[in-house]
């Protein structure tokens, strides 16, 4: 063979390969009677089982948004205010920075 005749039998195989697949999913889908969306990529299924929850993930990422909340004040009030770092946790520091913004 020469490359011609295999260039132009590779896309032929592939046709072939992917009417083999639609077949099998239209039969499985005839089956159960219900119209269904499939994926021709085995790997891209949602049939896997989720180690961890969404719900926790979202828990994880907003307490990792808090620390570094909570991580980014103390670090500038000690550098940039030159303060003491835990100082800022106070409600009074709050409460003072609040009546400065306010002009009292």
Same mark, same amino acid.
């Given at each position: ?42 790997? &891209?299924?949602?049939?896997r089982i989720?180690?961890?929850? $969404?719900?926790?993930?979202? *828990? !994880?990422?907003? /307490? &990792? ?8 004040? $103390?670090?500038?009030?000690? *550098? !940039?205010?030159? /303060? ?12 003072s920075l609040?009546n400065f913004?306010? /002009?009292?």
């Amino acid at each position: 063979m020469n490359q011609k005749e295999e260039s132009l039998k590779a896309p032929a195989a592939e046709e072939k390969h992917k009417e083999k697949e639609t077949e099998t999913l239209s039969e499985t889908n005839e089956k159960d009677g219900k119209k269904k969306w499939f994926r021709f990529n085995k790997k &891209l299924s949602n049939d896997r089982i989720r180690m961890v929850p $969404i719900w926790v993930r979202l *828990l !994880i990422i907003l /307490g &990792l948004f808090l620390i570094s909340l909570i991580a980014g004040l $103390i670090v500038g009030y000690a *550098l !940039i205010g030159e /303060g003491k770092s835990i100082q800022i946790l106070n409600w009074e520091t709050w409460q003072s920075l609040f009546n400065f913004m306010n /002009g009292k």
